[in-house]
């Protein structure tokens, strides 16, 4: 297993997958700390005053020689707020990880290596619990990268935080994001190794990485419902109402928590279980289902 899990680190660094993936954290973490920088500055402050003040077709009279005072000072809530508001609240870390994850899945099929590797290895165990392994690094190695492009990103446009958060609480709010990204990473490498899909696995990523499909079914649950002790508390075990916990900033994450199933377990706790929970899910489909599969 651990051989195999060599190739497939070796072939994702030299190739291309990893470092499009790493690209696009980058990036998106450098646009919006720029985009915030310039609603920062007074020059956003005169073109937005500008927009209010003038009447259409009237020409704008500026009096004075002062520049408008900025409408937003540069400083964030807090750190872990800020990754979320830009990479993991939006979707963007899980879809990426689940759609590499997944192309990585299935490349040994359309390549045809796999059939080698089943040749050689009778266990078909050790082929998916190192793809599974894989995926749990990838999903490791992207929120770190969220986590540093976006301290640097946000430095580097000369922001500072409102709440200067310890160590110890941004590490374990990085650990629940790695564990709720994992979920859905493998979830998303079921749905690949049980369709053998492209598409099918990028519609899956669409749909439910970006917890749009949660979003909808938690919608339906609290509006039809009521009085239904199932559809009410469905939502609490969905991963997308992880995603929506985890955007409390990291504050608070070990506190009770009184609008949880369970509130003494607090915002850690719950998503721990819940996280817990698809993994075994995830786990179990593939060494029971995708394993007949390749009989």
């Not at 830009?86 to 390549?111: E, K, N, P």
């Not at 070990?254 to 377990?265: D, G, I, K, M, N």
Request: charged share 10%; glycine share 6%; net charge negative.
């Amino acid at each position: 297993m651990l051989n195999l899990l060599k190739s497939d680190v070796y072939r994702l660094v030299h190739g291309k997958k990893l470092w499009v993936g790493a690209a696009v954290v980058v990036v998106m973490a450098l646009a919006v700390a720029g985009m915030a920088w310039w609603i920062a500055t007074p020059q956003f402050a005169d073109m937005v005053n500008a927009s209010i003040g003038q009447p259409d077709g009237a020409d704008l009279a500026v009096s004075g020689d002062e520049p408008a005072a900025p409408l937003n000072e540069a400083v964030m809530d807090s750190f872990t707020h800020t990754v979320d508001q830009v990479l993991v609240g939006t979707g963007i870390l899980t879809v990426l990880v689940s759609v590499l994850a997944g192309r990585v899945a299935l490349d040994d099929f359309s390549s045809r290596f796999v059939q080698s590797v089943f040749t050689v290895r009778r266990s078909r165990w050790d082929y998916y619990a190192e793809k599974l392994l894989l995926a749990a690094m990838l999903a490791a190695a992207f929120t770190l990268l969220a986590d540093g492009a976006v301290a640097a990103a946000f430095a580097l446009f000369g922001f500072s935080y409102d709440v200067v958060q310890p160590i110890g609480e941004i590490a374990l709010w990085t650990v629940l994001v790695w564990l709720v990204t994992t979920a859905f990473t493998w979830l998303s490498c079921v749905v690949a190794w049980l369709t053998r899909s492209k598409g099918a696995l990028d519609a899956w990523a669409v749909l439910v990485s970006t917890t749009f499909l949660g979003s909808m079914v938690q919608f339906l649950c609290t509006t039809f419902g009521v009085g239904v002790p199932l559809l009410e508390n469905l939502p609490n075990f969905l991963l997308s109402n992880c995603v929506v916990l985890l955007s409390t900033q990291g504050l608070g994450l070990v506190e009770t928590y009184p609008l949880l199933l369970a509130p003494s377990v607090g915002i850690a706790g719950w998503v721990s279980i819940v996280s817990a929970l698809w993994l075994v899910a995830a786990a179990a489909v593939t060494f029971v289902a995708c394993r007949r599969k390749d009989a």
